[in-house]
């Protein structure tokens, strides 16, 4: 009896203490975003960790040399072929976020400001390409810029070329039309989102101190559409640097990204290290640029004032 | 009874704003009703009604933000027709005070300037005479996100001001601010229009607000004018019950007309007996009948034995109390309504308990004709 008087307290003081626990904010933050935690850490956390180990080891034959090297990325960095692919898969992806953001911000700005009652249809709208496979997708840019293709026939029917043109396909103008194409609603969708948080008075407010509509546009909207347009030319460039679907099938022999080469090295040339050491390369090199993206459109944005 | 304009700074006459026959329609609704008003140079004018009556569809058209359906509206002589926002000689203080957040203090008071590409300092000379016309000095460099509802509220001020306009447009400026911030910047936008001298156009819904500032008021009801006069005249002559109610409590009493003639009116009243009282300007004859009305605090309460020459016997039957005041309603025999009755509390009106029978004094003039 007074064994059980004693032992009650601290029992139920542990528990209130347990309750406290489970009730703090912090505790159920983790207990919330603790599966999507422990998925990230197990997909992605561990395989880039594996990579980055793998890029200092070296290839012999089929073994694995497990002593520290850096000749990986002495090949990464100096052999010409690495860095013409590097560099020619920062143009593509560097070119593809520019044409789609500028190409993107008209659509957006035009259905935030113009949609009226129907803005939830024209963005409906915009996602139905996405019902379709992205193979679908390309395979058909395919035939509309194949030496056969739509373009072709077009062109000559009017009479405009007398030949089927090539320039057309298999090169790296025909991955930048494909993945344009391919990433403008990841574009347009920031953009809006930012459009639809102007407050339409402060643009009423640029007219009424004197400034017309072009004016009021650069010096308001656009400026305060900035983080959209940032967000919008980092979701397309940080994916399109490593795509290898694209150039494979519409890029040719001109068209290659840095990305077949790694998977060439991981695949048929089975040179694991090296094929690590491309794609660390690759991803310190995406991080600088996407930095620098976001600061050059911060300047931009003070410019503006 | 003549205008009294509040101010001391002589007004010219000569008209700002002429609005002729406005008209603006959405469909069939009718936000503005074929209104006409003229607004005269240098003065503090004030468009006071209740949400939807259409006293910002009006601003918004004098700003260039809205057009009419028909009508027209000119500023300082020159029509406005087919002339944008932005190249209209008035700004607008927005309700919302529309801050730019990217922009700091000074940018913001200097937005409307850079267009204008000033030379030698000019420029920020200005914005800091603007800055130290709003009592703002020294805050230039804050980022708007960083200043307080009144102090957005200067900004804002300070930005059109600093723009030269010939009529400042205020949208509610004062209606985001608690009530002490709101009355003292009343005192201080009243001050800053005089010592301008701007014309100044305000909406406001505010009935105090715009007698306290004001040299004249527009009531609006429902897309049209009720009436146009000095905040005096409109709080002591309202043409109508309408008005009468919007601006204050009234006391309105059924009465028979005995006798019309030019100026003036006969009535019969069953609380208050046969009454004179003056015609209203468009008085409208509707039979026989008519409605006087009287403000609560034209009713003061007769202590002990004292007598007036114009009185009324009844009963309290509800007292709340005001703090500096008590609203009595007080039962007359032969009204259908009782009388409510604000008497402040010096004299212990405070005190009085409900069921007391009082007698109340009153002036005739203050009983005041006027339209159903």
């Known amino acids: ?305 | 009874m003549p205008e009294q304009p509040q101010s001391d700074r002589p007004q010219s006459d000569r008209p700002m704003i002429e609005i002729r026959n406005v008209t603006r329609s959405y469909g069939a609704f009718k936000a503005l009703d074929d209104a006409s008003l003229t607004i005269k140079e240098g003065e503090f004018f004030s468009l006071l009604g209740p949400s939807g009556c259409g006293k910002t569809t009006l601003l918004r058209m004098i700003a260039g933000f809205d057009n009419p359906t028909s009508g027209s509206i000119s500023v300082g002589g020159q029509p406005m027709e087919g002339i944008p926002a932005n190249r209209r000689p008035t700004n607008m203080v927005f309700q919302s005070y529309a801050i730019f957040p990217h922009l700091n203090v000074e940018q913001n008071v200097a937005y409307g300037l850079k267009r204008l590409k000033l030379q030698g300092g000019e420029e920020k000379r200005r914005v800091e005479e603007a800055l130290a016309q709003v009592s703002l000095t020294g805050l230039g460099k804050r980022l708007a996100t960083e200043l307080s509802g009144g102090q957005r509220q200067r900004v804002a001020l300070a930005r059109a001001l600093v723009m030269r306009p010939k009529v400042l447009l205020l949208d509610e400026p004062l209606s985001a601010l608690d009530k002490k911030l709101r009355e003292q910047m009343q005192v201080e936008l009243r001050r800053l229009q005089q010592a301008v001298g701007i014309t100044f156009v305000l909406v406001t819904h505010d009935q105090y607000e715009a007698l306290a500032m004001s040299d004249r008021i527009a009531v609006m009801f429902g897309g049209r004018i009720a009436q146009v006069a000095s905040p005096k005249e409109i709080y002591q002559r309202p043409v109508n019950r309408q008005v009468a109610d919007f601006l204050g409590g009234m006391n309105f009493v059924k009465a028979e007309i005995v006798e019309e003639n030019g100026a003036s009116l006969v009535v019969d009243t069953l609380g208050f007996g046969r009454v004179k009282t003056d015609k209203p300007k468009a008085f409208v004859r509707n039979g026989g009948a008519a409605t006087l009305g009287i403000r609560p605090e034209r009713l003061r309460v007769l202590w002990d034995n004292a007598t007036a020459r114009f009185e009324v016997a009844g009963k309290v039957v509800e007292r709340h109390y005001f703090g500096e005041i008590t609203h009595l309603i007080v039962e007359i025999p032969g009204l259908e309504k009782p009388l409510s009755v604000t008497e402040t509390n010096d004299f212990g009106a405070d005190d009085i308990p409900v069921g007391t029978s009082i007698r109340l004094a009153y002036d005739p003039e203050a009983l005041v004709a006027m339209a159903d």
């Not at chain 1, 912090?26 to 980055?52: D, E, F, M, R």
């Not at chain 1, 024209?122 to 139905?128: A, H, K, N, S, V």
């Not at chain 1, 509309?144 to 026939?153: A, F, K």
């Not at chain 1, 290290?273 to 690759?282: E, H, I, K, R, Y």
């Open chain 1, 1 to 305: 009896m007074t064994a059980a008087a004693e032992g009650s307290p601290p029992l139920r003081m542990t528990r209130a203490r347990r309750n406290a626990l489970l009730q703090s904010e912090p505790v159920q933050g983790l207990a919330l975003i603790s599966p999507t935690l422990v998925y990230a850490l197990i997909l992605l956390v561990l395989p880039i960790l594996v990579v980055i180990a793998h890029s200092f080891w070296t290839q012999h034959y089929l073994t694995i040399d497990r002593s520290f090297t850096l000749e990986n990325y002495r090949i990464a960095l100096t052999e010409p072929i690495y860095r013409d692919l590097l560099w020619r898969s920062l143009y593509i992806s560097l070119t593809v976020s520019l044409l789609t953001v500028l190409l993107a911000y008209p659509i957006a700005y035009f259905i935030s400001f113009h949609g009226g009652r129907h803005k939830s249809l024209w963005l409906f709208l915009i996602t139905i390409p996405f019902w379709t496979s992205y193979l679908l997708r390309v395979m058909s840019w395919k035939v509309i810029l194949g030496y056969n293709g739509v373009l072709n026939s077009g062109l000559m029917g009017l009479g405009i070329i007398d030949e089927p043109s090539t320039a057309l396909l298999y090169n790296s103008s025909a991955v930048i039309i494909t993945l344009t194409h391919a990433w403008a609603a990841f574009a347009i969708l920031p953009i809006f989102v930012s459009l639809e948080k102007v407050d339409r008075t402060l643009v009423e407010a640029a007219k009424d101190l004197g400034d017309g509509p072009l004016r009021s546009f650069l010096r308001v909207t656009l400026p305060l559409s900035a983080p959209g347009v940032i967000s919008a030319a980092l979701i397309v460039m940080i994916p399109t640097v490593g795509d290898y679907v694209t150039p494979k099938l519409v890029g040719g022999k001109d068209g290659v990204m840095i990305a077949n080469a790694i998977q060439a090295q991981f695949g048929k040339a089975s040179n694991w290290p090296l094929g690590a050491a491309l794609s660390v390369t690759t991803m310190v090199i995406v991080t600088l640029m996407a930095g620098a993206t976001v600061l050059v459109i911060r300047a931009l944005q003070r410019l503006a004032r």
